[in-house]
């Protein structure tokens, strides 16, 4: 067997609490060593955008980032900043 995807890596709140930006940081140093594409969970708030940053600074590609659980907030303006940067947008 072999894995098709890294994640789910989340965020049970509007920000990136420390235990969390470790669990992040350590799937971006996989997703370099393997490519697979990473999914979080961005269910409050625009936290997205924090999970995108940290994983950029990490070398992540945000082609290969999908923002998981957008519809849980409804925000037009942040879902196209996401799409704006490459990350896939997920609702679901």
Partial sequence: ???????????????????????????????????????????????????LDLLEEEGVDPGRVIIGHCDQYPDVEYHDILARRGAWVEFD
């Fill in 1 to 51: 067997m072999r894995p098709g995807i890294i994640g789910e890596i989340g965020s049970d709140r509007d920000y990136i609490s420390p235990v969390e930006e470790k669990s992040f940081r350590a799937a971006a140093r996989a997703h370099m060593d393997s490519g697979l594409t990473i999914t979080t969970r961005a269910s409050q708030g625009r936290v997205g955008l924090a999970q």
